[in-house]
Structure formats: C-alpha cells, structure tokens
C-alpha cells in the first residue's frame, strides 16, 4: 500500500476530529471523525470557516487568534463547540502550522471529562459549604500531628484571625502545644491512623499556656470531641479529622446542676439533723419533767440543810444543766423559745459589751465597729445576744493561745435571690436589705471540709464537749428567717456573718398574750391532766394533790376528751400535752372549744410556743415548757384559777 494511502487509512480512522485549514480558517480537509463529531458530512465542512463551528457566545469571550499558532508548539485550548443541530459539547482543540503552511487542527471531544470535572467541583463546593456552615468545629491533621485545614467554626473557636491561620495551616504542630501535649490528643490520632473512631474526652484549654496560640482571641474553654480517620481513593488512611465543640455552658450546668444537689443533700442533712435535734431535745424534756419535778417535790418535804436537800439540789441543778442542753438543741432545730419583738441589733450588742472581753482568751483583742441607726428586725434579743456570744467564743477558740484580734461588726446589706441561695439557709429567702452582725478572726482558719462541718451539732475541732456553739447559731438563725455566710480558708482566718431581715415598715411588735377569763374563781377545784407521758402524770397529780386539787388523769386525747366530756360540770381547768399520738393537745383543746366551754387550760410541751402555733381561738389558755418544777406549775394553776 502506498505511503499515501496509509496515512489516509490513519487520518480517517484517528478517534480525534481533524481539520485542515488555510491561515485564515477556512476548512480544506476533515476526516470522518471530524465529520462524526458535528454531525454533517464533509461536503457541509469544507470552505467553512472553523469559527463556525464554535459555540457564539464562547467566541465572543475568547476569539479566534491564528497568530498565536506556530510550528514550534502546538496551541492547544479548550473551546465550547456547536454541532449541526445546534447542541453543543465540549472539546479540546490543538492547532500546529504545517510545513506547507496550512494550519492542522486535532478536535478531541472532552464531555464526559468536563462533566466529571463539573460534577466533582459541584461535590466539593457542596462538601466545603457542608463544612464550613457546619456549627461544629473540624480539623484535619497529618500523622505527625501538623495541623492541615480547618473550618470557619473551629476558627471561630480558636479564636482564629485570617492572618493567623495562614500562619498556622501546614505549619502549626500539636507536639510544640504544651496544653494538647498534656490532654494526650497525640495518642488518639495515632490510634486514628491506625484505623478507629475515636471519642475524645472533655478536656480543659487554656491558650495562655501555648506559645503558638498567646496571640490570638482565645479565651479559656471546655472542649470535647470525636476523631476519625479520612482515607484517599486507595482506600489509605491520609489524614485524621477532629470534630469537637465547646462545651463550657455544658460543663458550668453541669457543675451547678451538682451543686445544686450538693447544697440540697446538705440542707437536707441539716433539716434532718434537725429534726433528730428536736425530737431528741423532746423526749428528754419530758424526762427532766419528771426528774426536776419530783425532785423539787422531795425537796419540800426535806429539813433545808440536811444531806438530802443538798443531794436533791444536786439533782436538780444538774437537770437544770440538762434542760439548758436541750434549749441548744431546740434552738438549732429552729425550735427555741422566743420572745419576739423589734431589735436595734447593735443596742443589743452594746449590752453585752462588758461580758465581750471576759468570752475572749487574754491574748484577745476584740475591735468593735457598730452601726448606729440600723433599721429595726423581729427577733428575741436574748437569741440576738447568744448569738454574738457564741460567735466570739469561737473566735477567741480559734485564736489558741496566740495573740490575735476579734473583730465585731454590726451593718446592713443588700442581698439577690442568688447570693443567699448560695448561703446555709437562704434557699428560699427573699432577696432585699439585711442587718448583719459580722465576727471575724485573725486565726489559723479553716479547711473547705472542716468548715463545711461546722454547722453540725456536736462537731468540733476542740475538746470533748463542745460544738453545740454554731449549730445554736444555726437554729436561732432559722427561727428568726435569717441565714449566715461563712468565708474562712488555711491562713486567712474566718469571719462569720449572720443576716436577719429587715423589719417591715408598719408592722407592730407582738404584745404578750394575756390569759382568757374563765369567769371561775377557785384556789382549790377538779383538774384535768392529759398526757402520755405517765411519769409525767403522776408527777402532776403528786404535786397538784398536795395542794389540795382534785386530779383525773388520762393517757392521751381521746380518753383526755372523753374524760372531759364525763366530768365537764366539775372540772375547772384542763393540762395538756400538746405532743401526743393521736390526738394532740391543741386538737382535745379545739374540741372542748367546740363544745362551747371556755375552761382555762395549760398547753405544755417540751417545743417552745412558738412552734405551737398558738391560736387564738383555743383562749383562754397558757403555755408552759417543759421542763419545769412543781412549783412553776402550781403558780400558772393559781393564777389561772383566781
């Protein structure tokens, strides 16, 4: 075959278009390849100028420049082209001057190229807007832990400037970080390579500590995360990516949330504490009832003098002392006695000036700073004055035998909801102005644990038998709606401040109740004691028999009502317990109330009267405390009978 022939063989059956044009682009020659790619035969091509067959609008923008082609190199270009009926397509076209001075053009179709080319640019403006709208923070990292890319929200996080970043990508290593050094991320990214999904755990950063970031708007935060291996088109794991997020609000609820229980878990053991505290203080009030109260009726039938009457003294000093330690007790359950009333805190303070110097250690200097004028509170100003004095004792304890100074402070302040739920008792209270009295020491102070103890009766880090001293406070301070701040740690020393609310203007101070008039005059009559406390009864029918009254007893509210309601026209006065299974005192005394009688009555309890819930509508009727001696008792009956 000749030489001619065969390259004309390889011409028409080339898988690229080929042209052949003069040097102003009119078509000589194309192949049939050429003639398949517009789909027109030969004879619609030739003396056609090439520009035809370019799409117009891509023409316009890029125009034809012949003098650019050159037998040097070929001009290669990427053209938008236009078949016969009118479709388009994309080719790449390759121009080269021949020898003879025509121009050889090669048309190679590139469609399902520029197609792929589109579809993957389309998938990676997809993926990045995926990635840099997303809210959580990525990065990606090499093997060696550098730093390769990251996105908008991880620069928002990091505090990342534009300029920094440049900086950092490509550059930045986590091994030259001493903060992601020490939270380990170095191993989980090998791991990473090695193949897992990894999740990270909440970790600490604090960008003052890395050299590379001190420069940027970071601020301190807590991050957690979840790691995962990326791998390229050979299935090789080429980078990691880190998706993390800051959890600092997160982290803060959760450590209010905890908190919040602790402080609850520990209310919680204050009121139950409390509770034991009451009832404990109770019962034995009822067992110093009938030790004081026999013992003082021995005692009137004893030689004054004698051995005997001195042994029962001892008796009834010590259950004097007893009785003392069941008010700490109530008073620390909230259950004190009370006489309430309007209180200048810093007079108050002032009374006891004197006794102040003799609570303290020699070695004590105590400093006063009072506030004149301070707004009125409710409270009973023997509470307000055991209160201080309990609160310098421990002060001067705190001191030893060191030199040191006591300081006394009296002043008001404002407090938020928040700032007293922060307090021992001041969930709940009403935020607004407070009096405070403030007792501060220049000791040793106190441990978090030790101090988070000393509100707990019977805690001390002193000698066996005390500890009742703040637990006291506590109880005072929770009868009277108040609560108490304690700020103390190691070589500080310790201040103690305690809050009281600010009285309302306009409210009256409580005026003692007076006894109800029986409208019955007898010194000697038909008494009624209920209680279930048979000891109890005994005693006071010992004592009121001695003097000449008649006494039924009966051993609890229902055989109390029944008793009443056989003996109604002789009784002329009624003693109750107000605790009794059941019902108590205060409902048998309803009851009689309901009856239309208006008997004089004695409440009795081992509370005070102020956990009583004294009512009005159960007049006329005293109270009385236990524990108390025979001849108190007697005294309220006479008087109740004049």
């Not at 192949?31 to 003396?47: H, I, K, P, T, V």
């Not at 509770?275 to 019962?283: E, F, N, Q, S, Y």
């Not at 109890?536 to 009443?564: H, K, M």
């Not at 048998?588 to 004695?602: C, Q, T, W």
Request: proline share 4%; with cysteine; glycine share 8%.
């Amino acid at each position: 075959m000749p030489d001619a022939d065969r390259y004309r063989l390889l011409v028409e059956f080339a898988s690229d278009g080929m042209f052949v044009t003069d040097t102003e682009g009119a078509i000589l020659d194309v192949n049939r390849r050429g003639c398949e790619m517009f789909g027109c035969d030969a004879s619609d091509l030739l003396g056609k100028s090439v520009a035809a067959l370019i799409d117009p609008e891509n023409l316009t923008a890029q125009p034809l420049r012949y003098d650019l082609v050159s037998t040097d190199e070929p001009l290669v270009t990427e053209r938008t082209l236009r078949r016969a009926d009118g479709s388009i397509f994309d080719g790449e076209v390759s121009a080269r001057v021949m020898p003879d001075g025509t121009v050889l053009g090669i048309v190679r179709d590139i469609s399902r190229r520029k197609e792929s080319e589109r579809a993957l640019k389309n998938s990676e403006r997809r993926f990045r807007t995926l990635v840099e709208q997303s809210p959580l923070a990525m990065a990606l990292y090499q093997a060696d832990g550098t730093l390769i890319e990251t996105n908008q929200a991880s620069d928002q996080m990091w505090g990342i400037q534009p300029h920094v970043k440049e900086q950092l990508n490509g550059r930045y290593n986590i091994l030259e970080d001493p903060q992601l050094v020490e939270t380990g991320l170095m191993p989980f990214i090998r791991r990473g390579f090695d193949g897992e999904a990894l999740e990270l755990p909440v970790v600490h950063y604090d960008p003052s500590a890395s050299p590379v970031l001190r420069g940027t708007q970071m601020r301190e935060f807590w991050v957690r995360g979840h790691l995962y291996p990326v791998r390229n088109a050979d299935d090789q794991i080429e980078f990691v990516v880190l998706i993390h997020e800051d959890v600092s609000a997160l982290k803060s609820a959760e450590q209010d949330r905890v908190s919040m229980v602790e402080q609850v878990l520990e209310t919680q053991k204050l009121e139950s504490l409390g509770v034991l505290a009451g009832g404990v203080a109770h019962d034995f009030n009822n067992l110093l009832t009938s030790i004081l109260g026999h013992a003082s009726l021995v005692a009137d039938q004893v030689a004054p003098g004698s051995e005997t009457a001195q042994s029962l003294q001892a008796i009834e000093d010590s259950a004097e002392h007893a009785a003392a330690l069941c008010r700490q007790l109530l008073a620390y359950a909230g259950k004190g006695q009370f006489l309430v009333e309007s209180v200048d805190v810093s007079a108050e303070v002032e009374k006891i000036a004197g006794m102040l110097s003799m609570s303290v250690s020699k070695n004590a200097t105590v400093r006063r700073n009072l506030t004149s004028g301070l707004p009125a509170i409710e409270a009973d100003a023997t509470q307000i004055r055991q209160i201080v004095m309990n609160l310098i004792t421990n002060a001067s304890d705190a001191l030893g035998d060191e030199a040191g100074v006591i300081r006394l402070s009296t002043g008001t302040v404002l407090r938020s909801a928040e700032q007293l739920a922060a307090t021992v008792l001041g969930e709940g209270l009403s935020p607004g102005r407070y009096v405070f009295i403030e007792v501060s020491d220049s000791g040793a102070g106190m441990e978090a644990s030790t101090a988070a103890r000393v509100f707990e009766p019977f805690f001390t880090t002193k000698f066996t038998g005390r500890g009742l001293g703040l637990a006291a406070v506590l109880g005072i301070l929770r009868g009277h709606g108040g609560t108490i701040e304690l700020d103390t740690a190691p070589g500080t020393g310790t201040q103690v401040r305690v809050l009281f609310p600010v009285q309302e203007e306009g409210r009256a101070t409580p005026s003692p109740e007076e006894p109800g008039d029986s409208g019955q005059v007898a010194r000697h009559g038909h008494l009624l004691v209920v209680d279930d406390d048979a000891a109890i009864c005994t005693l006071v029918r010992t004592a009121l028999r001695a003097q000449g009254y008649e006494v039924s007893v009966a051993a609890d509210g229902l055989e109390g009502l029944a008793a009443f309601k056989a003996h109604r026209d002789s009784l002329c006065l009624v003693i109750l317990d107000k605790t009794m299974p059941g019902a108590t005192g205060d409902v048998v005394l309803r009851e009689i109330r309901a009856m239309g009688s208006k008997i004089p009555a004695i409440l009795s309890s081992g509370y005070s009267e102020d956990t009583c819930n004294r009512d009005s509508d159960l007049e006329p009727y005293r109270f009385l405390q236990k524990p108390y001696r025979t001849q108190e008792l007697v005294a309220l009956v006479e008087e109740l009978l004049m």
